[in-house]
């Protein structure tokens, strides 16, 4: 049996099509196996960022030189045993040389030629077509003179993402124009037409290499999918939801433009005539080879994955782009470097993954040091804090030419994100009436699942061009809203009368907020400035001047002079015997909330659904998220009306529930009953353990503690967010692996949701209709 390769040289490896497949070999690369890219000088340094992500990537080391220079390539090939050609379609004679100098190494042992693309020998006509030749002539090289190095062609077939693309100027020769819902098809559309993704070139070139046995010697034929025009036409139409304008061109009017554009040496005669191969059916292979590499049908893209449309990540990350009068607008606003491209910013995969970490990173910051903050400086100039950081943030992400500068703005929103999290649900807790905490508590969830629903419908319709950057954009407008909003919004009143001790300036916010003929000395009971009553100098006072309805600040009395108060850390509640069973209460509740599987659900959710709803994945994402917020919504009012432990129980066993029907339904295939469990627990979801531990955190301590509660939650759901994120990939494969088939993770949520339903049920106390914390815990306090 043949070893597989030790050492892989990679030529063209920048290019077009060899940057997926270096890429697709770094991923695929088994322990010990070292990955070489040969490039320019002039290259190597114009592309350094490019080269220095790949050798993060594992790439072993890039060699310069000139790819004319004998002495060059054979300095190159030293230690090498495999050889990898990518080189573009001007310079494939220039493989002759390389096979030359391959054949007298003394390492080279395998070499793939760049023959990524149409088959050259598929039919009589084959040798004739202009854009063979060069092909052709390396393979009349390869059968007379190469004899010791094995040689295999893998063949591929068009490339699907260029072949969608319009020709300028040339559109008869077909093409989609989504932004314009029109197409152009070659005959009647229905010639079918054999297609592999530039993902898939890479991943079938690492395929190859990992069957070295079955492949050496071979023209290898390989495929991602075979469609028609016309189902393209009607993929496309799916997605966008509105009808195409076909033009059909007639095969023989494709003939005579051809032929006019190589009697003109048009640069568009070449492609003019692979379109009318591809047209001709000269694509259609008796039989693909997929299976001889081990590519399965599930490895490889689909027509709908191909065809997406609306995918922010593939946009900003410059996989697809097309061309735009939004262009010119957008760089009215971005500014972008003269190097750096406007419609989008190169990233690798590792890229990405770390910009999106980064917010995650931000939010735990944020959650932890809010409390301590909005503690002591209090719940509105926390706010503003947020404010100007989501200002800056989103104004550096809008902006952004790089992926530094793009994780930086993620990281400063992120900031404002976690902060958040923590500021709003006490001030809404603290400004809401008591006997509807729980409904106006909601809205902390229902406004997170508003702001989802936002940007994942503006990311459906604005995925395109430098369009993505108006998505961020928003960022900006939502702060400049949320900055002049706090100029008419009051302090909180109980932070006023615990933080402050300014308990006359609280109660005249709070009588204005209730109303002036709304009695609040019951509910100024509740605060831990004494009794909450007033020398009567100061309660006529009231009457005269209520000018701090807007928590502008005013002198304090004289009679009621302002004391800080003692507020307690981070530290102090886990250390306080009567705030840690909250602690314990609260962090238990947010680890219930991500381990019991939401949002590994609604990951797979997306992937369930599409197998019986025939519609774009993202208007499926759009789906699930209104049936989140609806449900959000119209369960607002049950904390008020059953409790908060009693929804949060309810939605508990529901999603176990759902947990459990959704791993039955995926390991014996019953789709139907797979979509039903996923909105189940979507609904579930909402119920209890979406909105209520917003609630729950500040009427568990009292105001003293409240702060540091919030950040206590907060960090533990970030930090819960980050193990589901991360483990349920791996978690998820390795239950496959080891069991055989999918679905099996379920088993484990509906487990955790088991734990977590006795956890709630011995640690946490119901909340609803009592006063304060000491009533909530059965605490009683000494009056003398």
């Not at 000139?66 to 230690?79: C, F, K, P, Q």
Request: hydrophobic share 45%.
């Amino acid at each position: 049996m043949s070893p597989l390769p030790s050492h892989v040289l990679v030529f063209g490896g920048t290019g077009t099509i060899g940057r997926y497949i270096v890429t697709s070999l770094l991923r695929a690369k088994p322990a010990g196996t070292r990955i070489s890219v040969f490039t320019s000088p002039s290259s190597a340094a114009s592309k350094a960022d490019l080269f220095s992500s790949w050798k993060s990537q594992g790439l072993d080391g890039v060699i310069t030189g000139d790819l004319a220079s004998e002495s060059d390539i054979a300095a190159a090939y030293r230690g090498v045993d495999t050889v990898v050609s990518a080189l573009g379609r001007a310079v494939l004679d220039k493989q002759i040389e390389l096979l030359r100098l391959a054949e007298a190494s003394e390492s080279v042992q395998w070499f793939l030629p760049s023959e990524y693309g149409t088959d050259v020998e598929h039919n009589d006509k084959s040798p004739g077509e202009k854009p063979h030749q060069f092909k052709l002539a390396v393979r009349k090289y390869v059968r007379e003179n190469v004899k010791r190095v094995k040689v295999t062609y893998v063949v591929t077939g068009p490339y699907f993402d260029m072949w969608v693309n319009l020709a300028g100027g040339h559109e008869q020769l077909g093409g989609y124009a989504p932004e314009k819902k029109e197409a152009y098809v070659i005959g009647d559309g229905e010639g079918r037409v054999g297609f592999c993704t530039m993902w898939d070139v890479g991943k079938f070139v690492a395929a190859t290499l990992r069957h070295p046995e079955e492949s050496f010697g071979k023209a290898l034929k390989v495929q991602s999918f075979v469609v028609t025009p016309n189902q393209v036409v009607a993929e496309y139409e799916k997605q966008t939801g509105a009808k195409f304008k076909v033009t059909q061109t007639p095969l023989d009017e494709v003939r005579a433009i051809e032929a006019r554009l190589w009697e003109d040496k048009n640069p568009a005669a070449g492609s003019a005539t692979l379109r009318r191969i591809w047209a001709e059916g000269g694509t259609l292979y008796a039989k693909n080879d997929n299976d001889v590499v081990g590519m399965k049908l599930e490895d490889l893209d689909s027509l709908e994955g191909a065809a997406e449309l609306n995918a922010p990540e593939d946009v900003i990350r410059c996989r697809k782009k097309s061309i735009s009068a939004l262009q010119r607008v957008a760089a009215l606003v971005t500014k972008p470097k003269a190097t750096a491209p406007l419609d989008c910013i190169p990233m690798d995969d590792h890229s990405f993954a770390a910009v999106s970490a980064v917010f995650t990173i931000g939010g735990l910051l944020g959650a932890l040091t809010a409390g301590p903050f909005t503690s002591k400086r209090g719940r509105k100039l926390a706010m503003a804090t947020t404010a100007a950081l989501f200002l800056l943030g989103s104004i550096v992400e809008t902006t952004a030419s790089s992926a530094v500068l793009l994780g930086a703005g993620r990281f400063l929103t992120g900031i404002g994100a976690g902060a958040s999290t923590v500021i709003v649900p006490l001030y809404i807790s603290e400004i809401a009436p008591p006997a509807q905490r729980g409904f106006f508590g909601a809205f902390t969830q229902i406004s997170i699942n508003v702001g989802i629903l936002f940007t994942q419908t503006l990311g459906y319709f604005m995925s395109h061009d430098s369009a993505w950057r108006w998505v961020l954009g928003t960022g900006v407008i939502i702060a400049l809203t949320q900055g002049l909003g706090l100029f008419i919004i009051p302090e909180s009143p109980a932070w006023t009368a615990t933080a402050r001790g300014d308990v006359a300036r609280a109660r005249r916010i709070l009588q204005r907020i209730r109303g002036k003929h709304t009695n609040i000395d019951d509910e100024v009971e509740t605060w831990n400035g004494g009794d909450g009553k007033l020398p009567s100098e100061a309660e006529g006072l009231l009457d005269e001047d209520d000018g701090d309805a807007v928590g502008t600040p005013l002198t304090p009395q004289t009679s009621a002079t302002p004391t800080e108060r003692v507020h307690l850390g981070f530290a102090q509640v886990l250390r306080d015997p009567l705030t840690r069973p909250a602690i314990i209460a609260v962090v238990g509740i947010m680890f219930a909330q991500q381990l019991c599987g939401i949002n590994s659900v609604i990951m797979y959710s997306v992937s369930l659904l599409q197998d019986l709803l025939p519609i774009n994945s993202g208007l499926l994402t759009i789906i699930i998220s209104i049936v989140n917020l609806g449900v959000t919504m119209a369960s607002s009012p049950l904390p008020d009306k059953f409790g908060r432990k009693t929804c949060i129980l309810v939605s508990i066993i529901g999603q176990g529930s759902s947990s459990l029907a959704l791993a039955l339904s995926i390991v014996f295939g019953v789709k139907i009953l797979s979509a039903i469990a996923v909105l189940l627990f979507v609904a579930f979801f909402a119920i209890g353990l979406g909105p209520v531990p917003f609630i729950l955190a500040s009427e568990l301590v009292g105001a003293e503690a409240v702060g540091a509660t919030q950040s206590w939650a907060l960090g533990a759901s970030y930090i819960a967010t980050f193990l589901v994120a991360y483990l349920f990939p791996i978690v998820n494969s390795a239950l496959n692996d080891a069991l055989g088939g999918a679905g099996w993770v379920y088993f484990l949520f509906a487990g955790f949701a088991l734990v977590f339903t006795g956890f709630i049920a011995r640690n946490v106390p119901e909340t609803r209709g009592k006063r304060d914390a000491d009533e909530v815990w059965g605490r009683t306090r000494r009056t003398d």
